[in-house]
């Protein structure tokens, strides 16, 4: 069942798609689909179908965010989906930007989903921001003008991409990329190590608490340490975030310098 | 289930995004006629007329083939704060080139036009085979 604000949504568009003078019938059948689609799969409209401005204009063929590339991947285009912590995701998204990798979007589950046409790639740089949903307009906004366009949320966490070819022009073409990666998670060693712990603890903890008994001793120990695991994790992703989040000081280009003017 | 939603959907927008994708490069150019300007900028003023937002996947391949061609010359240039930008401009030949398409595509527009019109046409430079 649709919400209040899903509601909103609906009857916001229905007025746009009608300002854009889209016969009746149409916008009745439109507007049924999409409530269709939302109560079969429980998604919120505006997560499930983006801003709605740009939505209603997708469906009048108005101006939008216009998909020069015909709307699809090239023959020849690659994706990669692969997933990274908060220790690890910047170092990744640096090196494989650099190999024509343009991050589109971030999926259901968290992963980066990248793509590549090999014909026709160029190097990219990406940033990283901790902003609520509430300031993530406004904070594209104020990244707009130094060419960052979002390319991705998780939760608090967008991500934000660049083409190299702003500042290097066509010297940020790769005409031979290096073929795709294998690997698919990038985790740091010491988020490796707090999983294997966690999941060990899962294993044990119940037999533990099984063998104890009524031994309080042993309930208050496995609960404080929870607590401290608990704490420490957020406190860790915290650490994390604060690293490499915001304006990053400029990293080895690997690519041609900025050049003056060529003519 | 969305379907004949997703079909209209994607109708509308392949059609709009394979006529810009014919004519972006002379709209870029014809973005620089008043003086030089950045990507962001020329994106902006293609957006504020009614063209959709460009995005820098899109922008900057036409920009390099431009350059490329030396239909526009750029310049980098750093900013006190930030990474700076790469400053675009005609080139006499771009400036010959934009004239040039320019009086093509008003040609195949007019044609197009008097064709949707229903209006009796004559064959144009442009549209005989």
């Given at each position: 069942m649709t919400t209040g604000t899903d509601d909103r949504y609906l009857t916001e568009l229905a007025e746009l798609l009608r300002a854009e003078r889209m016969p009746e019938d149409r916008i009745e059948a439109v507007v049924g689909e999409l409530i269709d689609h939302l109560d079969a799969t429980g998604v919120r409209a505006e997560d499930e179908?983006?801003?709605?401005?740009?939505?209603?204009?997708?469906l009048t063929g108005g101006p939008g965010v216009v998909p020069t590339d015909g709307g699809g991947p090239a023959e020849d285009a690659e994706e990669w989906r692969?997933?990274?912590?908060?220790?690890?995701?910047?170092?990744v998204l640096?090196?494989?930007?650099?190999?024509?990798?343009?991050?589109?979007?971030?999926?259901?589950?968290?992963?980066?989903?990248a793509r590549r046409d090999r014909g026709a790639a160029m190097a990219w740089e990406y940033r990283r921001e901790v902003v609520s949903r509430r300031r993530r307009e406004e904070r594209t906004a104020l990244?707009?003008?130094?060419?960052?366009?979002p390319c991705g949320s998780w939760r608090f966490v967008t991500y934000y991409k660049r083409p190299l070819a702003a500042s290097l022009g066509p010297d940020a073409a790769l005409?031979?990329?290096?073929?795709?990666?294998?690997?698919?998670?990038?985790?740091?060693r010491g988020n490796r190590i707090g999983m294997v712990v966690g999941a060990v603890s899962l294993v044990v903890l119940p037999f533990l608490l099984w063998f104890a008994g009524d031994d309080p001793g042993v309930?208050?120990?496995?609960?404080?340490?929870?607590?401290?695991g608990g704490v420490a994790a957020v406190v860790g992703v915290r650490r994390s975030l604060r690293r490499g989040s915001g304006e990053r000081p400029a990293t080895e280009p690997e690519l041609s310098p900025p050049g003056s003017d060529p003519a | 289930m969305l379907t004949s939603l997703w079909f209209y959907l994607g109708m509308a927008t392949d059609r709009r995004a394979s006529w810009l994708k014919g004519v972006l490069d002379l709209l870029v150019l014809g973005?620089?006629?008043?003086?030089?300007s950045y990507g962001y900028e020329i994106a902006r003023r293609l957006d504020g007329a009614g063209l959709g937002q460009i995005r820098g996947g899109t922008l900057y391949p036409v920009l390099n083939r431009l350059e490329t061609a030396g239909l526009v010359a750029a310049e980098y240039r750093a900013a006190e704060r930030g990474p700076g930008r790469r400053y675009y401009?005609?080139?006499?030949?771009?400036?010959?080139?934009?004239?040039?398409?320019?009086?093509?595509?008003?040609?195949?527009?007019?044609?197009?036009?008097?064709?949707?019109?229903?209006?009796?046409?004559?064959?144009?430079?442009?549209?005989?085979?």
């Open positions: 179908f983006g801003p709605l401005a740009e939505f209603a204009a997708s692969w997933v990274a912590d908060y220790d690890s995701d910047l170092a640096d090196r494989y930007g650099r190999q024509g990798w343009e991050v589109r979007e971030l999926d259901r589950l968290g992963r980066f989903v990244l707009a003008p130094e060419g960052w366009e005409p031979d990329p290096p073929a795709g990666p294998r690997d698919r998670t990038f985790l740091s309930w208050i120990g496995g609960a404080v340490g929870g607590v401290i | 973005c620089l006629t008043d003086g030089e401009r005609l080139t006499p030949e771009g400036e010959r080139q934009l004239a040039e398409q320019t009086a093509a595509w008003d040609e195949f527009h007019a044609t197009t036009r008097a064709v949707l019109a229903g209006a009796p046409t004559t064959a144009t430079k442009g549209t005989r085979e």
